[in-house]
T-cell receptor
Framework: DTEVTQTPKHLVMGMTNKKSLKCEQHMGHRAMYWYKQKAKKPPELMFVYSYEKLSINESVPSRFSPECPNSSLLNLHLHALQPEDSALYLC???????????????FGPGTRLLVL | SQQGEEDPQALSIQEGENATMNCSYKTSINNLQWYRQNSGRGLVHLILIRSNEREKHSGRLRVTLDTSKKSSSLLITASRAADTASYFCATDGFVLTGGGNKLTFGTGTQLKVEL
């Protein structure tokens, strides 16, 4: 199984709502990532988890809260978002760099988020 | 700031023609990758070239890397309508002490292949 799945595909939320994005992979990858992508722009890294620990936070506002419950799952909890947070949110995974294996990242299809 | 700048920003060609996209970057890298993204979807890895390699092929794809000029090119030969997508280069020069790697994406080239 070489697939990263993301749910939901689309999400519309108000600025006072709390919602969560989910990502799952069953490739045994130990690094997982959240990216934000605006229209016609490249993906921007938000968070990296390695072995279920937060490895990097790219100065993301606290209204975005990541969680890695186990090695296959990655969540992004959303609270009090702003309209400018509307974007495509991409999840990715890769094998552990420390083993020297595979720098390739495998991406999910994304969740298109609209904040009203 | 963006590590990679790509040109052209947009490219429109006829089916069967070759498409060439260029990527320039600013700092030392371990490797450079190319990804494709169909409209509004996830990215798909195409090819990885390491810093000690100069050229690599995969099917209809040919990638070159010139580390002295900090640039790479992606050539798609005999293009098809299905190649219509955005193409991003991504550099990996950043080792995360906790594991994982940090890709920095270029600005992207939007390729349209017309019948």
């Amino acid at each position: 199984d070489t697939e990263v799945t993301q749910t939901p595909k689309h999400l519309v939320m108000g600025m006072t709502n709390k919602k969560s994005l989910k990502c799952e992979q069953h490739m045994g990858h130990r690094a997982m990532y959240w990216y934000k992508q605006k229209a016609k722009k490249p993906p921007e890294l938000m968070f990296v988890y390695s072995y279920e620990k937060l490895s990097i936070n790219e100065s993301v506002p606290s209204r975005f809260s990541p969680e890695c419950p186990n090695s296959s799952l990655l969540n992004l909890h959303l609270h009090a978002l702003q309209p400018e947070d509307s974007a495509l949110y991409l999840c990715a995974s890769s094998q552990d760099w420390a083993t020297g294996l595979q720098e390739t990242q495998y991406f999910g299809p994304g969740t298109r988020l609209l904040v009203l | 700031s963006q590590q990679g700048e790509e040109d052209p920003q947009a490219l429109s060609i006829q089916e069967g023609e070759n498409a060439t996209m260029n990527c320039s970057y600013k700092t030392s890298i371990n490797n450079l990758q190319w990804y494709r993204q169909n409209s509004g979807r996830g990215l798909v890895h195409l090819i990885l070239i390491r810093s000690n390699e100069r050229e690599k092929h995969s099917g209809r794809l040919r990638v070159t890397l010139d580390t002295s000029k900090k640039s790479s090119s992606l050539l798609i030969t005999a293009s098809r309508a299905a190649d219509t997508a955005s193409y991003f280069c991504a550099t990996d020069g950043f080792v995360l002490t906790g594991g994982g790697n940090k890709l920095t994406f270029g600005t992207g080239t939007q390729l349209k292949v017309e019948l």
